[in-house]
């Protein structure tokens, strides 16, 4: 487990604030960051309400990523190239950038069961070209239900599927997944599979919308990992 | 369950036999299809040596396609428009089409990891264009092994993911998926998330890759359905 903390950029967010109780349940040290410095501490006071043993700090953007060295970016896909150009200066070489950006159409005011096309093949392509030298992306979180998440009493009993280019990275980002009781991390492969990936939140959104349920996905013929 | 046989275009191929074998030991009257018809013959004949019980036909695609409520498209995505051009003549109105093509890179010497674009969106939506007035498309079958599906002694437990723009069509699609024990169908949305479900083919192939298995998927939160 990093005993640095994790730094959740987009943290005020419902899916950022769902990791955020998550993982401070886990144990990690959380920042919370926020363009709005209040809402950041906002959030973390809320943090601290529901999970009173977790550590939680808020901050704004640049402030929070300082000391993390694993950022999870979980904003909308509307703010996630203004977010990291607000970031050039603050995030540093050897940080991991975890990228939880879906570009869903309902950026541009269309369905949420549709995406947009990202010029560099996904989010998470964007965020590794946008991300400073030596940070490096790791794609993650795009399959977990927010209100879920948020929801301590759901027993959680489904996989985060993670693509990146280096093993190592990916390695960490799977031990962080782990240390979420009922989560799953599943390799899926090089950063650019994220462009399968990103699409899987419109289609759980969709199955949502048909079944009326909160879905996630399961990968099968794993074994018991 | 359909009393009129399915008929399996592409039956002769991994993916389509592995679906008549399954079909036929739940008690459905499989056609297999096939450019070849000594090769459909072949494959009805092998079927049969597998699944003694089951009832199983080869003919050349456009007569196999005769009599079948559902028709099964399982081809490769390279010789998806030309088998639709030959089938023109042959599929009629009030016929389902059941498209399970995967645009897969591979189809222009790439990547199994990789699609390409198709102009439609979607193989499935390509196969709706293609399809003569009056025949509907459903999408389904993308994400279960061709192999574990050959392998009668293998457990299935997994999902397979459908798309359509009536209901009703996709209901009948489920009650077949529903008669191959350890399938369970989910509605997925109308034909254009198939843009979504066909990718989880790459995905899957890429998890295989790096995991040494045979993965499928599996939607959570819909209970036991």
Known sequence: MPESPVCIVGGTGALGFGLALRLGLAGVPIVIG???GHRAQEAADRASEHVPEGSFTGLEN?????????VILSVPFRNQSETLTNL???????????DATVPLAAAVSGKATRTIGVWQGSAAQQAQEMAPDGVRVVSAFHTVSAALLSDLDHELDEDVLICGDRRED??????????????????CGPLEL????????????SINVRNKVRAGIKITGLGSH
């Open 62 to 70: 640049p402030e929070s990523v300082r000391d993390a060295e694993i």
């Open 88 to 98: 050039k200066g603050a995030l540093g070489a050897e940080q991991l950038l975890v």
């Open 194 to 205: 994220a462009r399968i990936v990103e699409q899987l939140t419109p289609l759980i959104i």
């Open 170 to 187: 990916k390695a960490r980002v799977a031990e962080l997944v782990d240390a979420i009781t009922g989560l799953r991390p599943v390799d």
């Open 34 to 36: 926020s363009r709005d």
